[in-house]
């Protein structure tokens, strides 16, 4: 099958014990299943604006992202298409601030509603919902005859990756070098990379980690999630790119360092891989992704 990926953004809203939820609408790819509010992040869009957008869209409530709750990815097929089509789901806590509730009109959802724990075990929902309501989880076919999806665009990209602010227990951090021939060459970067097809972000974050540096890690804690815009991106294409980065930031414990040294295959983005003191860091020369994780970006 011909494997696409999009990127999504959800909210959790509470009222009390209570959660809001939308149905998929008839044109949805799941007619009549629930799920958080949220959907598709736009090119250039950060996940955290999309959440906001896609709320006013869908609910009419005007709200703000108070926290991450988690990042998750899933598989949906379609036979009939012959298309696997991958989704990341950066999920927000979020807080309304101003609107009222009503439904959306001629959209992917067609009504919103509060539920209770015991009313939302009632219904079909999304597997990602279902899991993050802690209720059982049933897979959903998704909806026969879907518009057949348009060709990816040639001179855009959107690559969805997972870092790691990866340190041993005497503190030491450890970083990755850019390799000549990509954008930020010479840089000293987060362990990490662009997730594979059908897989889970940290998961992908642990298996860079073994290719760029050699080391068995732990994800211990979700950090942030930031974005890349850069229009004319320079890399291994030979012409510039619309590229636009999502990334997913966690922390990483390696319970047993060993000599960090890159394991990939020659000719990938990664020339080397070192461990440096905290005070090393604050000499080297890093990428903006680095920058904010390590707390000096716009020091």
Known sequence: MEERRRVGAYGVCRDGERVLLARGSAISDFPGAWQLPG?????????????????????????????????????????????????DRVIYDVTPRSGTLRDEADDTTDLVRWFTPAEAAEVSLLPFTAELLGLPVVPLPARAGREPFGPPPTDRRQRFAAYGLVSDPAGRILLTMIAEGYPGAGKWHLPGG??????????????????????????????????????????????????????????????????????????????????????????????????????????
């Open 194 to 299: 662009g997730t594979d097809h059908g897989e889970q972000p940290a998961a992908g974050l642990l298996r860079e980690l073994v290719e760029e540096a050699g080391q068995l890690g732990r994800v211990v804690d979700l950090i942030a999630v930031d974005n890349l815009h850069n229009p004319g991106a320079l890399g291994p294409e030979g012409r510039p790119l619309d590229w636009h980065g999502i990334r997913v930031i966690y922390r990483v414990l390696v319970d047993a360092p060993t000599e960090a040294r890159v394991t990939e295959l020659a000719g990938g983005s990664t020339s080397r891989a070192a461990w440096f003191t905290p005070e090393q860091v604050a000499g080297l020369r890093l990428t903006d992704v680095a920058l904010l994780a390590t707390g000096r970006r716009g020091s």
């Open 39 to 87: 959907g598709g992040v736009e090119h250039a869009e950060h996940p955290e604006v999309a959440v906001v957008r896609e709320f006013a869209e869908e609910t009419g409530l005007t709200v703000e992202a108070t926290g991450l709750r988690g990042v998750v990815a899933d598989v949906t097929r379609y036979p009939d298409l012959g298309v696997a089509l991958h989704t």
